[in-house]
């Protein structure tokens, strides 16, 4: 059985809130409803939250941008941060994602907008998730060259050998001693 994405919506207005939920949980997502911007940064900082945001740009305790900062400076694993507001101006969109936002819809939202917005967060988390298996397995395999070559230093184009003095000599010579 496959487990559901968990969303955070942070949305200080009920209306709105219990609409993206509702929306949410309507196409396959575990949303988790907070109403302030001091409760989303408690969750977000969790190392094991949601993943996946949709962060109202106005609220109170602190604003969308403000936790979009703190999330990215915050030492924990990525989060895709949606910015949700009815800020329309080019400016708005420029500075919400200057401050971290990974994405930006605008207040009254489209359902297969936001719904592609989500998907497009989730395929990115994919691809992280996926990079720091590789990083992982890349790190794995460096140190098993790294303890070969304190195993067998022996230089297969030169025909030398390292000594216990980290010298280089003929691998006959090596031998003999």
């Given at each position: 059985?496959?487990?559901?994405?968990?969303?955070?919506?942070?949305?200080?207005?009920?209306?709105?809130?219990?609409?993206?939920?509702?929306?949410?949980?309507?196409?396959?997502?575990?949303?988790?409803?907070?109403?302030?911007?001091?409760?989303?940064?408690?969750?977000?900082?969790?190392?094991?939250?949601?993943?996946?945001?949709?962060?109202?740009?106005?609220?109170?305790?602190?604003d969308g941008p403000e936790i979009c900062q703190r999330v990215r400076q915050?030492?924990?694993?990525?989060?895709?941060?949606?910015?949700?507001?009815?800020?329309?101006?080019?400016?708005?969109?420029?500075?919400?994602?200057?401050?971290?936002?990974?994405?930006?819809?605008?207040?009254?939202?489209?359902?297969?907008?936001?719904?592609?917005?989500?998907?497009?967060?989730?395929?990115?988390?994919?691809?992280?998730?996926?990079?720091?298996?590789?990083?992982?397995?890349?790190?794995?395999?460096?140190?098993?060259?790294?303890?070969?070559?304190?195993?067998?230093?022996?230089?297969?184009?030169?025909?030398?050998?390292?000594?216990?003095?980290?010298?280089?000599?003929?691998?006959?010579?090596?031998?003999?001693?």
């Open positions: 059985m496959e487990t559901k994405q968990r969303v955070l919506i942070a949305e200080d207005g009920r209306a709105m809130a219990k609409l993206l939920e509702l929306t949410l949980e309507r196409w396959g997502y575990e949303p988790l409803v907070v109403g302030d911007g001091a409760a989303a940064w408690d969750v977000l900082r969790d190392p094991t939250g949601p993943r996946l945001a949709i962060v109202d740009w106005e609220m109170p305790g602190m915050a030492n924990a694993p990525y989060v895709y941060i949606i910015l949700l507001t009815a800020k329309k101006q080019l400016s708005d969109v420029v500075a919400g994602l200057q401050a971290g936002a990974d994405d930006f819809v605008t207040k009254p939202f489209e359902d297969e907008e936001l719904r592609s917005r989500l998907r497009t967060g989730q395929r990115i988390l994919a691809l992280e998730a996926g990079l720091a298996q590789k990083v992982a397995e890349l790190e794995q395999a460096l140190g098993q060259v790294n303890t070969l070559e304190g195993l067998i230093p022996i230089c297969m184009y030169c025909k030398r050998i390292r000594n216990s003095d980290k010298l280089w000599e003929q691998v006959e010579r090596y031998l003999e001693q």
